[in-house]
Structure formats: structure tokens, C-alpha cells
């Protein structure tokens, strides 16, 4: 009988290692899993131009769209605002807005090209980004001092400068009111933001110097002017709604990419995107993407090797436990032949 209750004992003293043991490693796998995830969604956060549709405070879903074209197939201006009329047409047949409601959607484009600019401190050679449309609304850029320009202000002469750009050119970041000089014409100062700092900015593309100019300005100044970039905040009451209607207005670009921005950093996303391993990072329409774009692909990246590590660890845990589970049935047997 004592031999029994010694037994008994031993088994449940095992039994208790095991629970134990069992339980540490569950709690260190979610531990793990979801200290990897607070890393993720701290780097996400950071991706501005990604999460409009959050900052966008309106009564109906939305879906951020970012649109890509290829070199020699970029639309201009005149066609974006033909196209921004289309896709309002489309809201008003579809009874999503009435014909009065022009502030229920967004859209912004823009290009980019080297500048050589003159301020009163030194001359530099910049990153010029033509912005049109609401582009500060999808792109807000820390401001140090002054104001973003507007589209009210898309016949000025006006210019917003990084960090860098400013204390280059005047040797300040008070800048806001000076002038600088871009072939022969003088651009005033209306505001200065943050440089972007965020990690992969520079690896993506962002150089040291760089400057916004309102589009229909930038277009007389660069040699071949060209909007690589289209973005829309548009009602989706319906699933892929947005989308399609971007689409339909979009046919004759045969060579763009299409992305959806709102969700594209979601773990069914993510989980989608990494069975498209390696194909999703070929370019094969070699569509010119500005560098937030290149940066948002290159967390992407990361957020998949992150899904992975935490797949990992989640399976790794559960081999383990079954592990343990195993050896203590074959010691229980054991135990029992005895």
C-alpha cells in the first residue's frame, strides 16, 4: 500500500513538473509573440502616408488607394483633375454623395526630380517633390515652423523645406517669409518640417535634401514633369468598391499597380503576401514609386519576417509541449509495468 502512495505521488509530483513546465512555455511563446508584435506595429505606426483613412473623421468607411505608374505611361495634370471629376461622377450615380458634397473625398498626386536651388546661406541641390491635390493630408510631415501650402496657394510661388534643406540654404530652421531662387525665380519660404528620420527613408530613396512645391509650379520647372504618384482617401461602403471604381477610371494605364493602403499591414495581408514569396518584390512593370512607397515595401518585408518568427514560436511551443507530453505518457507506462 505505501509502495502505491509512493507511486501515486512520484506520478503526481511529474504530473505538477509537467503542468508547470507546459505552462512556462505557453506564457513564454505569447510573451515572445507579443512583444514581437508591439515592435511591429510601433514601426507601422510611424508610416504616415499609410493611414489617412484613420485620421479621416467622416460617417461612412473609406478606403485608402495609392496608384503607380511606369516611366512613359505617367499621366498629367489636366488628366488627374479629368479623372478626380470621374470618380465623383461615379459617388453621385452609385447615390454615395449628392452633387453638392464635393468634401466627402480626397486625392492627392505628386512627382519627383532634382532642383538646384539658391538660398542666401549656400546652394544645394535637392529632391523636389511636386505636390498637388490634398497632398499634406496623406503626408503629415512634422512641421518645425510655418504652415503647409495649400491648394489655394498652387499658382504661388511658394516652397516647404526639410530640416536639413533649410539650414543648408540659410544656415536656420526660421526660415518661414525668406526667399530662395530656382532658375531665376523666387519661391517664398512658407514652412519647414522634420527630416525623415524613420528608419529605411534613407535606404528607400529620401535624400538629404528635400523640398515640396506645389505642383502646377514644379511642372514649369523640371525638364520632364510627370506624376509617378496618385492617392485617394474614396468611400468603400461595399468591400473592393474603391477599388474598382479606381480601376475603371484607370484603363488606359496599362502599366500601374494599384495598392490598397488601409489594411495592407494586416496580419491576413501579411499571411496573403508572404505565399506570393518572392514575386510580391519583383517589379516587373518597373513602375517609378516615390521613396514612402519604397519604405512601406520594405516594412512590409519586416512585418512578414516578424508573422514568421512568431509562426515559429507558436509552433516551436506546441512541439515542446507535445514533446514533454510524450515522455511523460512513456514514463507513466513505465511507472505502471512496475
Not at 503607380?68 to 498629367?76: A, D, H, L
Request: aromatic share 12%; net charge negative.
Amino acid at each position: 500500500m505505501k509502495e502505491i502512495d509512493s507511486r501515486k505521488k512520484i506520478i503526481w509530483a511529474n504530473l505538477n513538473k509537467l503542468v508547470i513546465s507546459i505552462g512556462s512555455i505557453i506564457c513564454s511563446c505569447i510573451i515572445a509573440v507579443f512583444l514581437l508584435q508591439i515592435v511591429i506595429n510601433h514601426l507601422t505606426s510611424n508610416l504616415y502616408e499609410q493611414t489617412a483613412a484613420l485620421r479621416w473623421k467622416k460617417d461612412m468607411r473609406y478606403e485608402q488607394i495609392s496608384c503607380f505608374f511606369s516611366e512613359g505611361n505617367m499621366p498629367e495634370e489636366n488628366r488627374i483633375k479629368g479623372i478626380h471629376i470621374e470618380l465623383e461622377n461615379m459617388l453621385v450615380e452609385n447615390g454615395i454623395i449628392r452633387e453638392s458634397e464635393t468634401n466627402m473625398w480626397i486625392d492627392a498626386y505628386s512627382g519627383q526630380d532634382n532642383l538646384f536651388i539658391e538660398g542666401s546661406y549656400a546652394c544645394i541641390t535637392a529632391m523636389s517633390i511636386g505636390a498637388g491635390g490634398d497632398f499634406f493630408l496623406f503626408h503629415s510631415l512634422p512641421l518645425k515652423d510655418g504652415e503647409y501650402f495649400t491648394q489655394e496657394m498652387s499658382e504661388e510661388n511658394v516652397i516647404l523645406l526639410h530640416e536639413n534643406s533649410a539650414w543648408a540654404l540659410f544656415g536656420s530652421v526660421n526660415v518661414v517669409g525668406l526667399d530662395v531662387t530656382i532658375q531665376y525665380e523666387t519661391y517664398k519660404v512658407v514652412g519647414v518640417v522634420s527630416n525623415d528620420n524613420r528608419y529605411l527613408s534613407s535606404e528607400a530613396g529620401a535624400e538629404e535634401y528635400i523640398v515640396y512645391i506645389p505642383y502646377s509650379k514644379w511642372d514649369d520647372l523640371v525638364e520632364y514633369p510627370a506624376i509617378n504618384c496618385y492617392q485617394l482617401l474614396f468611400p468603400n461602403p461595399i468591400n473592393q468598391f474603391a477599388k474598382s471604381c479606381v480601376e475603371k477610371v484607370m484603363t488606359y494605364y496599362e502599366e500601374k499597380e494599384i495598392v490598397e493602403n488601409s489594411n495592407r499591414f494586416s496580419m491576413v495581408n501579411t499571411y496573403k503576401k508572404m505565399l506570393k514569396f518572392p514575386e510580391q518584390y519583383m517589379d516587373k512593370n518597373k513602375h517609378t514609386v516615390p521613396y514612402w512607397e519604397n519604405m512601406a515595401r520594405g516594412y512590409e518585408g519586416i512585418k512578414q519576417l516578424v508573422s514568421l518568427c512568431q509562426i515559429s514560436i507558436g509552433f516551436g511551443g506546441i512541439v515542446v509541449s507535445s514533446i514533454l507530453m510524450i515522455k511523460y505518457h512513456c514514463h507513466l507506462k513505465r511507472n505502471n509495468r512496475g
